[in-house]
């Protein structure tokens, strides 16, 4: 049987378009539950996630704060994690924004994990075992396997690279020299906007 995992691993590669919103990462947000989001621009973790729990049969939190996964499943410990698990990470000293992935490998100090939305895109990345929240195994199957949601057709596919917000971030990120500090205000702006977009995608996921 195809589990979440393996369907995860089979997305990996997928990334947010410069110009327009990727229909993959569109889709994602509809087969998690939530089909009034429309672009790739508001955070996209939770709908990765329970996008490929919903498509494997498996009942998801249906909600795109990624802490709502720490009261879903069953709990497992650190050393008895197993690839596919649902692993939830704190993000910032935030008390409500997190993230959630799968399990792939613990490192010691790092925890690879296979999700979305990390750097932008689908990918095996490592996160600070420190902000480690929980691990939870998924339930088993209960549902017939859903089918992807059709996107939309495409004439050509934007090259994959980051929006301008996200290049004036990490050039902020470099320092301020050449001109940079004209881009690190710009940055700073586009961290609060983002964080605005996660607390009211956090507000209505108690809506779902």
């Not at 995860?8 to 994602?28: F, H, L, Q, R, S």
């Not at 621009?41 to 329970?50: D, I, N």
């Not at 069953?74 to 000293?93: E, H, M």
């Not at 990120?173 to 710009?186: D, E, F, R, S």
Request: one cysteine or more; glycine letters at 10%.
């Amino acid at each position: 049987m195809t589990t979440a995992y393996d369907l995860a691993k089979a997305e990996v590669g997928t990334v947010e378009w410069a110009k327009g919103d990727n229909p993959k990462v569109v889709a994602y947000f509809k087969d998690s539950g939530n089909p009034g989001v429309m672009d790739d621009e508001t955070a996209w973790c939770a709908a990765f996630v329970g996008a490929m729990l919903r498509r494997a049969g498996v009942k998801s939190t249906g909600a795109l704060n990624a802490r709502s996964y720490l009261d879903w499943g069953t709990p497992v410990d650190r050393k008895n994690a197993l690839p596919g698990d649902v692993v939830i990470f704190k993000r910032g000293s935030s008390s409500w924004q997190g993230h959630v992935a799968f399990f792939v490998k613990d490192r010691g100090a790092l925890i690879d994990v296979l999700g979305g939305n990390q750097s932008n895109a689908v990918n095996v990345k490592g996160y600070q075992s420190a902000a480690l929240l929980g691990i939870r195994r998924p339930p088993k199957a209960t549902a017939k396997p859903a089918k992807p949601a059709k996107r939309p057709a495409q004439i050509a596919k934007p090259a994959a690279q980051p929006s301008p917000a996200k290049e004036a971030g990490k050039a902020a990120a470099g320092g301020l020299a050449g001109g940079g500090l004209a881009l690190a205000i710009w940055a700073l702006w586009a961290d609060a906007a983002q964080a605005w977009r996660d607390f009211w995608v956090w507000a209505f996921s108690f809506i779902n």
